[in-house]
């Protein structure tokens, strides 16, 4: 089970909690995750839900089963790039 990051883009449906089930399950951009583990499993998640365009709507600040958490869209580490191709051909 992997921790989402801030930056992160998170689904959370029913496995995360019932308060998600079918049409009330949202697209989270992660702000912040708490360090602290209230309840084995559990974890307090912050940031914006997103619309269909992708786009941040409302800040929420929820508490889910960590294992529910679906990792849509990573965040590179900070101070990674990502590769670039090169043209150049070597010999």
Same mark, same amino acid.
């Given at each position: !089970? +992997? *921790?989402? #990051?801030?930056?992160?883009?998170? &689904?959370?449906?029913?496995?995360?909690?019932?308060? &998600? +089930? @079918?049409? $009330?399950?949202?697209?989270?951009?992660? !702000?912040?995750? @708490?360090?602290?583990?209230?309840?084995?499993? /559990? !974890? /307090?998640? +912050?940031?914006?839900?997103?619309?269909? %365009?992708? !786009?941040? %709507? #409302? %800040? $929420?600040?929820?508490?889910?089963? $960590?294992?529910?958490?679906?990792?849509?869209?990573? *965040?590179?580490?900070? @101070?990674?790039?990502?590769?670039?191709?090169?043209? $150049?051909?070597?010999?």
């Amino acid at each position: !089970m +992997t *921790t989402p #990051a801030p930056g992160d883009v998170v &689904f959370l449906g029913s496995a995360c909690s019932v308060q &998600f +089930t @079918g049409d $009330r399950a949202l697209l989270l951009r992660v !702000m912040s995750v @708490g360090e602290v583990d209230p309840y084995n499993g /559990w !974890m /307090w998640i +912050t940031g914006y839900v997103l619309d269909a %365009k992708g !786009m941040a %709507k #409302a %800040k $929420r600040e929820l508490y889910v089963m $960590r294992a529910g958490v679906v990792i849509q869209r990573r *965040t590179a580490p900070a @101070g990674v790039q990502p590769r670039r191709s090169s043209s $150049r051909v070597r010999a």
